[in-house]
């Protein structure tokens, strides 16, 4: 399933194709959604990881993160995942809530938004608005080895959230307009229009992810010591 959070507090679900949203309810202001193959969901509210019951959008407290958490994605090892506030890719133990900072992401814009990893390229894409008074967004693409490389400039500003369907590579941003993006360049192509009245705030879709092979988790390893 694809879920949607808007920033009026309205939780739903999301239809790709159609570009239609559900209202399951309006709660709580989840800054970022994730959610699992298995259908968990997931939600961030200030600096506390939240597990929301996808059918009424009632949610609970799992725990803190002991840090600023801007960015929340499902990835390998059946574990959440999240960019903090001063930069770092962090592991989060779903059944805790507790971040553990892997290491520092380079060339991230500052205000990062959308976030979610390709089970099918084993990478975690980012985006976020330019800092440079220009409209538009860079992406970046981000190995659990540690390297992150930068995709490209578009003049899409502000999305909000990434899904992969297959190979295709998705993004939707702040005002409601769905994208299709290459994963070579970053450059966004308009897909359609989103059928809702709210502005998107985040958006997840649960995907199968790959372990990572014995070779980036040895790399990483290597890193954290």
Partial sequence: NTYLSTRFGHLGTYDLASGIFTQISTSIYF????VTPDNKLYGTLN??????NPTDGTSEIIG?????????AYGPNNLLYGIDQEGNLCEIDPNTGTAT?????????????AFAYDPIGQLFYVSGDLDDGNDGSRILSISLD??????????????????????????INIDRQQYIIDKTNGAATFDKNLV????????TRASTCERPSRRVLLSRKKRLL
């Fill in 31 to 34: 800054q970022q959604l994730a």
């Fill in 146 to 171: 540690g390297t992150s490389t930068v995709l490209g400039v578009n003049s899409v500003t502000m999305f909000m959230g990434f899904i992969f369907d297959g190979e295709t590579f998705y993004g």
């Fill in 101 to 113: 900072e892997l290491f520092s992401v380079n060339s991230l814009p500052e205000f990062i938004n």
């Fill in 64 to 72: 803190g993160y002991g840090r600023a958490m801007k960015t929340l």
């Fill in 47 to 52: 600096f506390e990881l939240r597990s929301i």
């Fill in 196 to 203: 809702s009245d709210y502005d998107v705030f985040s958006v």
